[in-house]
Each structure stands twice: as structure tokens, then as C-alpha cells.
């Protein structure tokens, strides 16, 4: 069974940062790309950033490119998302998502809350 845990959420100030990981089990981690995705309040799913399986290449979306930084080690089968500059507008519930063959998962996801 894939699982995917999110942790690392919190409430941070403004400019703070923060570093989101995602615990994966129940599928050979290292052989699939893996994406971040959030979900403001009220607001549809937004895709923040991938990662290909080797780690080699990454993606961001525009709102949180020079800011984000995602990575992964595939030893300890966990996925992150490093969090610099947060703005309020970054405040939404993260989660880790990947796609195995025809069918995609998603975590629990864990709530950012950015304010002061």
C-alpha cells in the first residue's frame, strides 16, 4: 500500500522559513518522479514543485521559484520542500504527491500557516 506522510507545517512569520518532509513507503521510492502540491483556504489545488526520480532535475512554479527548493534522498525514501521568504500568500495545506503507473497519491498534508 503507498503511503505518504507530510510533516513539518507550522505557523512562521513572515520572511521565516521552514522545511516540509514527506515519508514515503509502499512503492520503490527512487523509481518515481515526486511533485509538492498545496491547497489554499477556499482555493483549488495549486502544483508548487517536481522532482525527477534520480533528483537531477527540478521544477517550480513561478510563485515560489528563488524561494522553494525541493529535493530528496531516495536512501531514506523521504522527499522535501525547503521554505525560504515565506509570504502570507504561501499559507495553504502542502502535500506530497507522486503517480505509479495509472493511478497518482497524495498524502495527509501538513498546514502552513504564514502570519504575524
Known amino acids: 500500500e503507498v503511503q505518504l506522510v507530510e510533516s513539518g507545517g507550522g505557523l512562521v512569520q513572515p520572511g521565516g522559513s521552514l522545511r516540509l518532509s514527506c515519508a514515503a513507503s509502499g512503492f520503490t521510492f527512487g523509481s518515481y518522479d515526486m511533485s509538492w502540491v498545496r491547497q489554499a483556504p477556499g482555493k483549488g489545488p495549486e502544483w508548487v514543485s517536481a522532482i525527477n526520480s534520480g533528483g537531477g532535475s527540478t521544477y517550480y512554479a513561478d510563485s515560489v521559484k528563488g524561494r522553494f527548493t525541493i529535493s530528496r534522498d531516495n536512501a531514506k525514501n523521504t522527499l522535501y520542500l525547503q521554505m525560504n521568504s515565506l509570504k502570507p500568500e504561501d499559507t495553504a495545506v502542502y502535500y506530497c504527491?507522486?503517480?505509479?503507473?495509472?493511478?497518482?497519491?497524495w498524502g495527509e498534508g501538513t498546514l502552513v500557516t504564514v502570519s504575524s
Open positions: 504527491a507522486t503517480e505509479t503507473g495509472a493511478d497518482s497519491y
